[in-house]
């Protein structure tokens, strides 16, 4: 697949994104301050500090949903076996 610099990067995005969301779903999002305050930044948003005790709302659908739309299927499961293979 040949991929536009825009592309690379929003996938590299996405991939982020989403093994953070794994991540961050898998127990207390407050054990993981850094992450939340980096993705504070990306939304624009002050959550990270009372994040502690909370669940954290997952968006793994809307973003594997984006990733198979802007790439396609083969693509998010490339993407989802290197997130298993990081986390």
Known sequence: MDL???LKYRLA???LRL???????????GQYPA????????????LAEDATGKRYAS??????????AEFDEETLALVNKAIAELI
């Not at 093994?19 to 999002?29: E, I, R, V």
């Not at 968006?59 to 198979?68: A, N, P, T, Y």
């Open 35 to 46: 992450m939340l305050q980096y993705l504070d930044i990306l939304a624009g948003t002050q």
């Open 13 to 15: 995005f996405l991939t």
């Open 59 to 68: 968006q793994r659908d809307k973003i594997e949903s984006f990733i198979d």
């Open 19 to 29: 093994a953070f969301d794994q991540k961050l779903s898998a127990g207390d999002p």
């Open 4 to 6: 536009s610099e825009d």
